[in-house]
């Protein structure tokens, strides 16, 4: 399906660790066309959400000793977490609003950076 805006489409940066751990992944894939996940159920059809926070994320933030509250303990956190800590180690808004793909600075500054003690 396409994205809603040609806006929508964005270049990802990650390091040589995740690229290769993604590509261990895919080497070992069976879905392997454009159109697939990355990351399925056995029959293909895409992982749902809330399987995923439950038996994957929580557990791991409760092995990490991490509290966990409602409604701001998904996946959606590490978008803000990313905010923040490019704004707290650059200081550069822009840069994080880019990174994210965010429409308008106001968006990443007001709702996705979050002042905290990192980097200081």
Not at 50 to 55: A, P, Q, S, T
Not at 87 to 114: E, M, P, R, V
């Amino acid at each position: 399906m396409p994205p809603k805006a040609a806006g929508s489409i964005w270049t990802i940066y990650y390091g040589a660790w995740l690229a290769g751990a993604l590509q261990e992944h895919f080497d070992s894939a069976v879905f392997r066309e454009p159109e697939n996940f990355v990351f399925c159920k056995k029959d293909g059809s895409p992982l749902h959400p809330e399987v995923l926070r439950k038996d994957v994320l929580y557990p791991v933030l409760d092995r990490l000793g991490l509290r966990r509250d409602p409604r701001t303990s998904g996946f959606h956190m590490f978008r803000h977490s990313a905010a923040s800590l490019i704004n707290a180690q650059t200081g550069n808004l822009k840069l994080a609003q880019k990174l994210l793909g965010h429409s308008t600075i106001d968006l990443t500054a007001n709702i996705y950076t979050h002042v905290t003690g990192i980097g200081t």
